[in-house]
């Protein structure tokens, strides 16, 4: 009889009864096992070391070191890293400073267990799991730091980028991109690795910030018109 492969999960939460919670909701899983919790940023650092989990659920707002300040030591040390922000705060300083320091998502703790469960396996797949209220704050703040006037950044980019950036700009997975574009999963992933490199960025996040930023994107135009528009 085979023994399943649990991935590890770390909970960073300062509330014993939110730990307690999860400690009930991960016991009876055969994808997911907790293997520790942290109750400050700080912890988490030290948790991370010594567990190495495949995933970490971090609060944001805690005493002592906070959950943003948790994330960014955890990022910078192990680039790697799979973070996702899990907190009641969803506010723009919140969203924008979890994910700058490198939160792989953001989600909010109303999130059911059915979408936690697969934002949690979005995040390891290296998509960006973001609730849905979650990404119209980050793309409305991203849109009105960037400006409605002026023409696309030329940086290279084909039609089929462009488009892809759209689906992106709706909050797709990349199995959702693949399916609009015809595509596998696969060449999804390999057309964000050559986007990543034209803008200098890496992440999900950071590509979705800088092409709006650069008005590649519009997250008001549907994709198609986007690539048609870029393309002339």
Known sequence: MTTPVHTRVLIVDDDALVREA??????????????????????????????????????????????????????????????????????RDYIVAALRAGASGYLLKDAGAGQLIAAMHQALCGDMPLSSSIRRQLVSSVTGEAGTAGQPADVGLTAREVELLGWLTQGMTNFQIGRQMYVSEGSVKQYLSHIGDKLGVKSRTQILVKAIQLNIVNPHLTPTIEAQFIAR
Not at 62 to 84: K, L, N
Request: charged share 20%.
């Open 22 to 91: 999860y400690r009930s909701f991960f016991a009876d899983r055969d994808d997911f096992a907790l293997v520790g919790e942290a109750r400050d940023g700080a912890e988490a650092v030290d948790s991370y070391a010594v567990l190495q989990p495949a995933i970490v659920l971090m609060d944001l707002q805690m005493p002592g070191v906070s959950g943003i300040e948790g994330t960014r030591r955890i990022c910078s040390r192990w680039p790697g890293a799979c973070v996702v922000a899990l907190t009641t705060f969803g506010t």
